[in-house]
Nanobody
């Protein structure tokens, strides 16, 4: 059981990317799922999360109003729409459920640079 992230890439400041997080080997529809990111030399931090029924969401302050989390339980997938990207959003992005975490997936690199 693992999550697999995709959708990262290079974006210009002010640009947009949409990340996908797909559960592999199990059904994630019963879990709250979170997006996390780890910038070079820094600890991994939580960015956003969504409950199992997509009724409640949470965003860290630095991405509020720019990022939108959503999920499609039929596709076993959680998304992170990222708009108005800033250089400080550059990081490897991961998804996982709250503690206890599953083994971390490979993540997807997001680089925001002109």
């Amino acid at each position: 059981a693992q999550f697999v992230e995709s959708g990262g890439g290079l974006a210009q400041p002010g640009g947009s990317l949409t990340l996908s997080c797909t559960a592999s080997g199990f059904s994630a529809d019963r879990y709250t799922i979170g997006w996390f990111r780890q910038a070079p030399g820094e600890m991994r931090v939580g960015v956003s999360c969504i409950d199992s029924g997509a009724h409640r969401t949470f965003y860290r302050k630095s991405v509020t109003g720019r990022f939108t989390i959503s999920r499609d339980n039929a596709k076993n997938t959680v998304y992170l729409q990222m708009n108005s990207l800033k250089p400080e959003d550059t990081a490897v992005y991961y998804c996982n459920k709250p503690l206890p975490h599953l083994p971390w997936g490979p993540g997807t690199q997001v680089t925001v640079s002109s």
